[in-house]
């Protein structure tokens, strides 16, 4: 069973940063892909950065040049710095994680608050 655990989430300031870190834990064979999500009240769960394997990334065009994932794979841990926070960056950030074995299941995490405000 696959154990996702968040931390770094808190209160910011605009123009701000925070990191984001989350560790797999379990019985994990092979990591596809480890990402991040987020969720904002009244609003569908999107996808904010994502690291493949292989070391390729992809991020929401809102988050480009501000955002940065990063993984260490020893640790099986995926990490997204966040700079130049805005308001509208407050949410619910989510771990993400895709197994090779059935890279069409989600793995998620509990979920951790950030908050951008003055």
């Known amino acids: 069973q696959l154990q996702l655990l968040e931390s770094g989430g808190g209160l910011v300031q605009p123009g701000g940063s925070l990191k984001l870190s989350c560790a797999a834990s379990g019985n994990i064979f092979s990591i596809y892909a480890m990402g991040w999500y987020r969720q904002a009240p009244g609003k569908q769960r999107d996808l904010v950065a994502r690291?493949?394997?292989?070391?390729?990334?992809n991020y929401a065009e809102s988050v480009k040049g501000r955002f940065t994932v990063s993984r260490d794979n020893a640790k099986k841990t995926v990490y997204l710095q966040m700079n130049s926070l805005k308001p509208e960056d407050t949410a619910v950030y989510y771990c993400n994680v895709l197994l090779e074995v059935d890279i069409t299941r989600d793995y998620w995490g509990q979920g951790t608050q950030v908050t951008v405000s003055s």
């Open positions: 690291i493949y394997s292989r070391g390729s990334t």
